[in-house]
């Protein structure tokens, strides 16, 4: 896979040299380049940026320049999806990620200042390209650097052969179980007082395995319950759906619901089959 990642501050992406990224580049897995867009500007000041048509406060950066920068790194390839980096984007997810690691070359605009014009964007997708406007999270950056970081490390690492044991990237959270992780423990046995849960140290596997479901199915209905939402029902157990129950959720429709608000009158807990 190639990634192209564009920026004002081409250094800012030197962590993608570090660690699994690094390695899958060196190796080839990953083929990632980083320009410098001032590369691409036409008077000597190097000028990507100009003052906003219709005022406000900031500058905005220029099309024609990163016109220029894209023309250049999609070449001729038909296949190259233009990724634009936005607080005012669609949230960047797991299964982004996924979608992007079967992809065969992308394009990373890094914005500053105000963002980019929005004519970047128009453009491209006038020439039926892909272009995704995605944003990382609900919180304002300076820039779409760190949001570059965030895409190509998660897309890097689903890469077949980047990461080591491929069945590590299997009970993640935002996996396909759809739910947190388990909490995880390692040497020393006891520590600040704090023992490791004993079922953990009785290889007892089937026992094991149920308790990590337990908990992750606990910190995903206290920390994200609508990621619980959206769970598919036909992928729970009866020993889940108990569980769920316990912690206030029913199925209603096909759908889990929280207890609490289930409209009046379906209030009653699913019916666990004994
Ligand atoms: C790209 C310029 C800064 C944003 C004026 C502050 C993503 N989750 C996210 N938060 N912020 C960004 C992001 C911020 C950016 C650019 C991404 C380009 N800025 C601007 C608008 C308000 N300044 C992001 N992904």
Redesign the pocket.
């Known amino acids: 896979m190639r990634i192209d990642v564009v920026s004002i501050f081409p250094d800012y992406l030197a962590a993608l040299d570090l660690s699994l990224v690094g390695k899958a580049r060196r190796s080839g897995l990953l083929d990632l380049r980083v320009h410098d867009l001032r590369d691409w500007t036409a008077d000597r000041h190097r000028t990507v940026d100009d003052t906003p048509f219709g005022g406000g406060a ?1 500058m905005v ?1 220029r099309p024609d320049v990163w016109g220029a920068a894209i023309d250049s790194v999609l070449g001729d390839d038909p296949e190259g999806h233009l990724v ?6 669609e949230v ?1 997810t797991q299964r982004h990620a996924e979608a992007f690691a079967t992809e065969t070359h992308l394009v990373v605009a ?7 014009d929005a004519r970047v964007a128009e453009r491209y997708r006038a020439a039926g390209r892909r272009v995704s406007e ?11 650097e ?2 570059a970081l ?1 895409m190509v490390e998660a897309v890097g690492r689903l890469l077949p052969g980047v990461v080591g044991n491929p069945e590590s990237l299997v009970e993640e959270s935002h996996g396909a179980a759809g739910l947190l992780e388990y909490p995880v423990y390692t040497k020393p046995p006891a520590w600040e007082g704090l023992e490791i849960p004993e079922v953990l140290l009785s290889g007892h596997h089937a026992k094991i395995d149920r308790w990590r479901r337990d908990r992750a199915l606990e910190r995903t209905a206290a920390r994200r319950p609508d990621m619980v939402a959206a769970l598919d029902v036909a992928g729970l157990d009866k020993h889940d759906l108990r569980l769920l129950a316990e912690l206030g959720w029913h199925v209603d429709g096909g759908r889990l619901r929280r207890t609490s608000d289930a409209p009046e009158g379906t209030g009653s807990p699913a019916p666990v089959a004994e």
């Open positions: 900031g950066m634009i980096p936005t607080p005012s984007g960047f890094c914005g500053r200042y105000e963002g980019i995605l944003s990382i999270g609900d919180y304002v950056l300076n820039g779409g760190v949001a965030v």
